[in-house]
């Protein structure tokens, strides 16, 4: 009997742990971060022998013991929420610091977490988007007004085309691909209809939230880590992200001077 409840205890904690390392990678954690942990919920409880395995699209947590016990989750949706990763953690070190904290508690506060809506409105993103976009612009020559003005609709209007192929089909190289070809389709016609001497400032400042810093950066911390897999993915999709960039803006600025432009 005693040995039933210390297996059941054991894959509740393994349960919270899967539960605690999906919302960190979901939400945007590095791999060693996530990983890291994890470990420490385990061991917390007196799981010193848990193995994690995680990439950006999976997290499985095995027991090397004789009852091998294992538990895998894919993550199809990822993003970057620093608010509830401050939660998660929050969560994480109450429950390693609390021993009485029960694993029905934790995970309902995860739960919680979880259906947070975003800390800022949709008014604030796209002000926020707007605003960083053309100031970027401007940085690079785009000092005009009709750039400017410009450039606060058009790097909006990428970003909604991206957020609507996003719920559709949730596949990044896709979205960000026709949300550049967009931009760069915007600036070519303002620049025909002569509103714009040149498309490229706006093309430029539109883009900016399209471009994958900070999954290159995510990717390049992960392999000093020493996380080679997860590295090597996130790399490639960060530059799979820039190359559908540079396919959409430069497939309309190749017809556009084919047709002289």
Known sequence: MREEYQLIQKKEILRFALFLGELMLTNGV????????????????????????????????????????????T??????????????????RDFVQNPEMTTEEAINKLKKIATLPPPYGIISFYAGTAISSACFAYLIGGTSIADFLLTLIISVVGTIIYNGIMKLNSMTFISTLVSSFAIATFGVA????????????????????LLPGVAFVKGLRDLISGDL?????????????????????????????????
């Open 30 to 73: 590095e791999t060693s971060r996530a990983e890291d942990s994890v470990l420490r919920v385990c061991a917390s409880r007196g799981y010193r022998h848990i193995n994690v395995f995680t990439t950006p699209t999976c997290i499985i947590i095995a027991d090397d013991k004789f009852d091998g016990l294992s538990f895998m989750r």
């Open 75 to 92: 993550i199809k949706r990822r993003g970057i929420d620093l608010n509830k990763i401050d939660l998660l953690n929050t969560v994480s």
């Open 190 to 209: 303002f620049c025909q209809i002569g509103i714009l001497h040149d498309p490229k400032m706006l093309i430029v400042g539109s883009i900016m939230p």
């Open 229 to 261: 897999v997860s590295g090597m993915s996130r790399v490639s999709e960060a530059f799979l992200t820039a190359g559908a960039i540079a396919v959409g803006v430069g497939v309309v600025l190749d017809f556009w001077i084919k047709i002289g432009g």
